[in-house]
């Protein structure tokens, strides 16, 4: 199957050895290659394509095209190298430039409303919404939100995309496999980018698909995503670690404010990466406003990188407390965890198995260390510190 992009260039053959793929490859093509070449390249994955002559044992992208007259190999090997999510063609680079009409999929969720009032806020795009037909969410959305009703079927939905450059889900867990239904909406109805709904553990890391086997639903829409970037559709997926605010103020990271109680995973040092809520919907925002450089891939951000332990003492100084701590394993956590998901389907065990992954030695959540963080790509600024976060969550429990 070819993945479908071809370099068509309408250049003067005296200059498209200047302006081809500079921009994209770090590559100036020679003054020979004229337009009429250029326009018969294209690119084909060796993996699936039926042209046996396209195999190759190394590159994973390859070039077929009529010979080039005394172009170098090395020339021809970097142009080769040149992948699909560079988006080396200028139909592509334009094609992303400008997002402007975005529509937000479960937007009266957890997370919803703050990505909502964030893309609102920023001034920058026509927001709508859609929901499920027979919902009566519609009437808490802003007057300024456009509401759009579907049954999901595949014709509502691609009415509903009719016209818009992106859509960011942010659907609950149980219906992720909704999520193929919008995707192929999106590519019916000539969306550019998908935000599919993330927002939480690094599900791309193997290991922690491994200690958290209900990840497999995010990684196959994500699967299903790459499938499909030769219709048109780019993606990108936000992970952020555990929403701190919401999360600390719920007792999902082991301490539970209301009765002073600490759980502490191993010894409490493990290093992890977590977003406020804020910092999740700017970076909805951030992604939006630069889409070539966050085109089919994952992007980590996060508020702080700390341990357990440092948040425990900064919770007894914000109580002035003293806290009964009780002390457990993360791999115990997780096996039972395990066992609970899949042999006894228990719905309530994803959590504190997600809770226990993230704090375990091969759970890969210091995005910081691990993978590196995209704050400054999205110009993202945490506004407050790690101590007045948790000041005002304290705060907010005893009012």
């Given at each position: 199957?070819?993945?479908?992009?071809?370099?068509?260039?309408?250049?003067?053959?005296?200059?498209?050895?200047?302006?081809?793929?500079?921009?994209?490859?770090?590559?100036?093509?020679?003054?020979?290659?004229?337009?009429?070449?250029?326009?018969?390249?294209?690119?084909?994955?060796?993996?699936?394509?039926?042209?046996?002559?396209?195999?190759?044992?190394?590159?994973?992208?390859?070039?077929?095209?009529?010979?080039?007259?005394?172009?170098?190999?090395?020339?021809?090997?970097?142009?080769?190298?040149?992948?699909?999510?560079?988006?080396?063609?200028?139909?592509?680079?334009?094609?992303?430039?400008?997002?402007?009409?975005?529509?937000?999929v479960?937007?009266?969720?957890?997370?919803?409303?703050?990505?909502?009032?964030?893309?609102?806020?920023?001034?920058?795009?026509?927001?709508?919404?859609?929901?499920?037909?027979?919902?009566?969410?519609?009437?808490?959305?802003?007057?300024?939100?456009?509401?759009?009703?579907?049954?999901?079927?595949?014709?509502?939905?691609?009415?509903?995309?009719?016209d818009?450059?992106?859509?960011?889900?942010?659907?609950?867990?149980?219906?992720?496999?909704?999520?193929?239904?919008?995707?192929?909406?999106?590519?019916?109805?000539?969306?550019?980018?998908?935000?599919?709904?993330?927002?939480?553990?690094?599900t791309?890391?193997?290991?922690?698909?491994?200690?958290?086997?209900?990840?497999?639903?995010?990684?196959?829409?994500?699967?299903?995503?790459?499938?499909?970037?030769?219709?048109?559709?780019?993606?990108?997926?936000?992970?952020?670690?555990?929403?701190?605010?919401?999360?600390?103020?719920?007792?999902?990271?082991?301490?539970?404010?209301?009765?002073?109680?600490?759980?502490?995973?191993?010894?409490?040092?493990?290093?992890?990466?977590?977003?406020?809520?804020?910092?999740?919907?700017?970076?909805?925002?951030?992604v939006?406003l630069?889409?070539?450089?966050?085109?089919?891939?994952?992007?980590?951000?996060?508020?702080?990188?700390?341990?357990?332990?440092?948040?425990?003492?900064?919770l007894?100084?914000?109580?002035?407390?003293e806290?009964?701590?009780?002390?457990?394993?993360?791999?115990?956590?997780?096996?039972?965890?395990?066992?609970?998901?899949?042999?006894?389907?228990?719905?309530?065990?994803?959590?504190?198995l997600?809770?226990?992954?993230?704090?375990?030695?091969?759970?890969?959540?210091?995005y910081?260390?691990?993978?590196?963080?995209?704050?400054?790509?999205?110009?993202?600024?945490?506004?407050?510190?790690?101590?007045?976060?948790?000041?005002?969550?304290?705060?907010?429990l005893?009012?």
């Amino acid at each position: 199957m070819r993945v479908g992009l071809q370099l068509v260039f309408w250049l003067d053959c005296n200059i498209a050895g200047l302006l081809v793929a500079s921009g994209h490859c770090g590559l100036v093509l020679p003054r020979f290659v004229d337009s009429r070449t250029l326009a018969a390249t294209e690119f084909t994955n060796p993996k699936t394509s039926r042209d046996k002559r396209a195999e190759h044992p190394i590159d994973p992208i390859q070039l077929t095209t009529e010979p080039i007259p005394r172009a170098e190999t090395s020339e021809i090997d970097q142009l080769k190298r040149c992948s699909l999510e560079q988006h080396i063609t200028f139909e592509i680079k334009a094609a992303m430039s400008t997002i402007k009409n975005v529509i937000v999929v479960g937007a009266s969720g957890n997370l919803g409303p703050s990505i909502l009032q964030a893309l609102l806020v920023s001034s920058q795009f026509n927001v709508s919404v859609l929901t499920r037909a027979g919902s009566h969410s519609a009437s808490t959305f802003p007057a300024n939100v456009t509401v759009h009703t579907t049954d999901y079927t595949p014709e509502s939905l691609a009415a509903a995309f009719k016209d818009k450059d992106a859509v960011v889900s942010v659907i609950a867990g149980a219906a992720l496999g909704e999520q193929k239904k919008l995707i192929d909406a999106a590519i019916a109805a000539g969306v550019k980018r998908f935000i599919p709904s993330e927002f939480g553990s690094n599900t791309d890391n193997r290991d922690a698909q491994e200690l958290v086997p209900v990840f497999s639903r995010k990684v196959e829409i994500k699967e299903y995503l790459e499938s499909r970037v030769g219709d048109g559709l780019t993606w990108t997926g936000i992970v952020v670690g555990p929403v701190f605010d919401r999360s600390l103020k719920l007792g999902f990271l082991g301490f539970d404010i209301p009765s002073r109680r600490a759980t502490i995973y191993d010894s409490g040092e493990r290093r992890f990466t977590t977003s406020t809520l804020a910092l999740v919907s700017s970076a909805v925002v951030g992604v939006l406003l630069h889409p070539e450089q966050t085109a089919n891939k994952y992007v980590y951000v996060g508020s702080f990188t700390t341990t357990q332990n440092e948040i425990l003492a900064l919770l007894q100084s914000a109580t002035s407390d003293e806290w009964t701590v009780e002390r457990t394993t993360s791999t115990e956590k997780v096996d039972l965890g395990k066992e609970n998901v899949l042999k006894r389907r228990d719905s309530a065990a994803i959590r504190p198995l997600v809770t226990a992954a993230m704090y375990h030695e091969r759970g890969g959540s210091d995005y910081e260390k691990d993978v590196g963080l995209s704050n400054d790509l999205l110009e993202l600024k945490q506004q407050q510190g790690l101590e007045e976060v948790i000041g005002e969550v304290v705060k907010s429990l005893s009012a």
